[in-house]
């Protein structure tokens, strides 16, 4: 199941960064997949929804705050994490995120490569960490 996770991720990744968008075809899959994981693994099932929940519902109200900084698919690869992850891990994931996508866009206005108005990918910036901690202590 990591190895599928971490394909997925890979491709939102990319899709992210080359078209500023996350699909829907690939948030459906990852979706799928954390629902099974939580059915497989009840003692932990808990924890992950209430991550899932948490963590979309949190994001709107960012995206909403930030006046669309953070769009539809940010938030739901945010509450597809959380059904993977669970609370302390999406926590960790939503943090990394928020900083170093704000310091990329910060260095990317500041070069020039950015306007203001211009589209920025975060989804990257949640699932590179996502994919770091699968590759260091497994899911």
Not at 4 to 20: K, N, V
Not at 39 to 60: M, R, T
Request: hydrophobic share 60%.
């Amino acid at each position: 199941m990591s190895l599928a996770l971490c394909g997925l991720l890979l491709l939102i990744i990319a899709t992210d960064f080359e078209q500023y968008c996350i699909f829907n075809d690939m948030i459906i899959p990852l979706a799928a997949g954390g629902v099974l994981c939580c059915a497989l693994f009840l003692p932990i099932a808990i924890d992950h929804l209430i991550s899932a929940a948490a963590g979309g519902v949190l994001f709107l109200i960012i995206a909403i705050l930030s006046r669309g900084a953070l769009g539809g698919g940010d938030i739901k690869l945010i509450a597809c994490l959380g059904l993977w992850m669970g609370t302390k891990t999406l926590f960790f994931i939503g943090m990394f995120g928020i900083l170093f996508g704000g310091i990329s866009a910060l260095i990317m206005l500041l070069l020039g490569i950015k306007s203001r108005k211009s589209a920025f990918a975060y989804g990257p910036y949640f699932a590179i960490p996502a994919i770091a901690l699968l590759l260091i202590r497994g899911l």
